[in-house]
């Protein structure tokens, strides 16, 4: 296996530290914001389709005649879920116009606390998507837990800003 399929499935190597998962998604709320402020949330879509893209290809090398099939070093299925879980926050900010820079805390710890929630967890559906073969079931897993992420973190923030 080269290189390549090693550093995105591990996620530049994040997959390698301790509580893999946590760090990986932690690491994600700075590359999103980073991703936010200069491109809005038209950059950070194009960068969650990448991971999704890039983080399937590569865990199905990383893993491609492995035992585990799913190793807690590959976190790539983790940076792309919390990039889901925080669209609607991105989503949000670009709509209303607030300025590129603007880092509205609340929102990014929610999604990262919820999108944990769900990945530690696995309630239904997470954990029945997490029972697809090979690289579709590492990488799918994640991205339901941060859609259910989105779902919630949106519902919140109707609640906080008095829409419903």
Request: net charge negative; glycine share 12%.
């Amino acid at each position: 296996m080269s290189a390549l399929p090693r550093l995105i499935a591990t996620g530049l190597g994040l997959g390698h530290l301790p509580a893999p998962g946590t760090v990986a998604s932690a690491a994600t709320i700075p590359l999103a914001w980073v991703l936010h402020a200069a491109g809005g949330f038209w950059l950070v879509a194009a960068a969650t389709l990448a991971a999704i893209a890039g983080g399937y290809w590569a865990a199905a090398r990383y893993t491609q005649g492995k035992a585990d099939a799913d190793p807690s070093e590959v976190v790539i299925d983790e940076v792309a879920g919390m990039l889901i879980a925080l669209w609607p926050l991105s989503f949000g900010l670009t709509l209303s116009g607030a300025e590129p820079h603007v880092f509205p805390w609340p929102g990014w710890v929610l999604g990262f606390l919820l999108f944990r929630f769900f990945d530690i967890l696995k309630p239904p559906p997470v954990s029945w998507a997490e029972r697809a073969p090979g690289a579709l079931g590492i990488m799918l897993d994640d991205l339901v837990a941060g859609a259910l992420t989105g779902v919630i973190a949106t519902i919140a923030a109707g609640v906080a800003h008095g829409w419903f």
